[in-house]
């Protein structure tokens, strides 16, 4: 814009300076003109005075006067046409003067606008300066609060992956606990089984103590004790009763090792 303006300033100057010249020259030639017109209009009043008798010579001379007036003519009528072009060039520089005035104008007018946006702008930027060193300022203050928690954090992290550790290694006991708790379920389950057969054996053996103890006790009535040890006869020879015998000297064997305590089974009946 600095440099429109000059050029424009440097444009005014040399137009100024032209017209200056020109009216100057133009000014000078025409009173040139003139005196030497004036001149020549005074020689030749002088001589046509002096000199009357010599009217051939003057009318020579006013031929020659004429001739020159016609020659200053046509140079004065040039000098006018050369005149009127300039003032046409001056007119057109006028004008684009006068354009470069109104562009100056106009942005003259967006400078403003621009400049006051500028200073709008340099003031929302102080603003934001003084927003920027308290937020500085603030965060420096959450950083510094910030390294004990993240301090702590990492602490807790590194406690997490070893409780994490120590659960994986529980899971792991865990599933090797709970897979020897199945197998011991099902051992529990084979034992308890075997413990009901046993049982059941027992109450077979009760009954026949219980029957045995009965018909010792009637061995005093002769009748009763044929019929007891018919049928006690029966019994025996049927491999029943020592089936019996048999299946709980077994089962009193296996539970006397560790089996039979966890049952309850009396000690007694060994």
Partial sequence: MQKIRRQVQRAKETNAESRRRLELDTDA???????????????????????????????????????????HRNELSILESAKSALMAQLGELNQRMSQLHQDIEERDAVIGEKEKRIYDLKKQNQELEKHKF??????RQLKSQMEPRQREIA????????????????????????????????????QQLQIKQTMNHMKDFETYKSRVKTDVGSLHQPCRTQRCCGRWWSVCTSGTFSHAMDAVRRRWIRRSRGVSLAAGVPEHLG
Avoid: F
């Fill in 29 to 71: 030639e025409l009173e040139s003109i003139r005196e030497r017109n004036r001149q020549d209009l005074e020689a030749i009043r002088g001589r046509y005075l002096h000199m009357k008798g010599e009217s051939a010579i003057m009318r020579k001379n006013a031929l020659r006067m004429e001739k020159e007036a016609e020659v």
């Fill in 134 to 139: 308290v937020l500085d300022y603030r965060i």
């Fill in 155 to 190: 602490r807790e992290h590194q406690r997490i992956n070893e409780k994490n550790v120590e659960l994986e290694n529980l899971h792991q006991n865990n599933i090797t606990l709970r897979q020897s708790i199945e197998g011991l379920k099902a051992d529990l389950a084979q």
